[in-house]
């Protein structure tokens, strides 16, 4: 683990910019979920009408979005406001937050499985979420 501060209420550089990318990350991850938690219904209109869009010359099927519940979105949205609630008390300092906020990544890995059928392994996710868990761990000594 990391030195701890001179002045043990300081705040280290990195976990200052772990908490900065969390916040950016889980705020606008948790800004799309509960969008779509209260627009389902309309989305899933539109998505009748044609699930394939063409995006930057590579084609989008969106027909999965036709079969998940708002449940879902709701679930997901609740775990990244706890992600972000375990970085705001990283932010001050406190210990707990790096608790919740693993423990919120790793319902975010597991969660999309039980909600979505032929979801493919979360490799991506997994390395980024275990990437950021393992960044956080090493400032966990100046948590208290």
């Avoid at 775990?79 to 300092?93: E, H, R």
Wanted: proline content about 4%; glycine content about 6%; hydrophobic content about 55%.
């Amino acid at each position: 683990m990391g030195e701890k501060p001179e002045n043990i209420n300081e705040r280290p550089e990195q976990l200052t910019i772990l908490c900065i990318l969390t916040f950016v990350g889980s705020g606008m991850s948790l800004l799309a979920n509960g969008f779509l938690f209260l627009t389902l219904d309309a989305v899933k209109q539109v998505l009748a009408q044609e699930t394939t869009y063409s995006f930057l010359g590579t084609e989008i099927k969106l027909d999965f979005l036709l079969e998940i519940s708002p449940l879902f979105f709701l679930i997901q949205s609740l775990l990244l406001a706890a992600t972000l609630l375990g970085a705001v008390q990283m932010w001050n300092l406190k210990k707990a937050g790096f608790h919740l906020y693993t423990l919120a990544q790793i319902l975010l890995l597991i969660v999309p499985k039980l909600f979505i059928n032929n979801l493919p392994f979360p490799l991506l996710e997994l390395l980024i979420s275990a990437g950021f868990v393992y960044l956080y761990f090493k400032n966990l000594s100046y948590l208290r």
